[in-house]
């Protein structure tokens, strides 16, 4: 199974769809905001939520929407980067709530050689992530370093640095 692309296996246009989707639990929004220190009662307090705001309902904190859409698009995007760049814009366009399932693509809008190294690009994607009913939830543009083939052969090939068993 590959995981992530050489530069040139990227084509702008492309769009890598990426699989399995993942059912957001309670347990996994409120876990990931104690960890990231996130205690906003939206996120956090049902009864909060439930009186408060307009969805009635606690909304599952955006950085993880994000992160896991990051997540998914790694085996297609960037399994061999040499470096995440930049994140050139983050959009949260609509909420997520405990039991959603989020799905995502990644378009390739842009690839451009390296001016410095010859065996390198920088590749220029859009993520969407989407919930089971297709409403877009979360769009991201960012800007991968990936390797050209040269650089990967030069290090091991596909699977570097993994041990023969003896």
């Not at 904190?61 to 960037?78: A, I, Q, R, T």
Request: overall charge negative.
């Amino acid at each position: 199974m590959q995981f992530g692309r050489y530069f040139e296996e990227f084509e702008v246009g492309a769009v890598y769809k990426h699989w399995p989707g993942k059912t957001v639990t309670e347990y996994d929004d409120h876990l990931f905001c104690l960890i990231t220190m996130n205690h906003h009662p939206l996120h956090m307090d049902a009864h909060f939520a439930a009186e408060t705001t307009e969805f009635g309902k606690n909304v599952v904190v955006g950085n993880y929407v994000y992160s896991l859409l990051l997540g998914m698009s790694v085996p297609d995007v960037s399994g061999k980067a040499i470096a995440n760049l930049e994140v050139e814009s983050l959009k949260h366009v609509k909420p997520t709530f405990h039991g959603d399932t989020i799905y995502g693509e990644t378009e390739v809008l842009d690839k451009t050689p390296s001016k410095s190294k010859d065996d390198r690009g920088v590749v220029y994607v859009e993520t969407r992530g989407y919930k089971q009913d297709g409403t877009v939830v979360c769009v991201f543009r960012r800007k991968v370093m990936v390797p050209k083939r040269s650089y990967g052969e030069a290090r091991g090939g596909e699977q570097p640095g993994r041990p023969e068993p003896v």
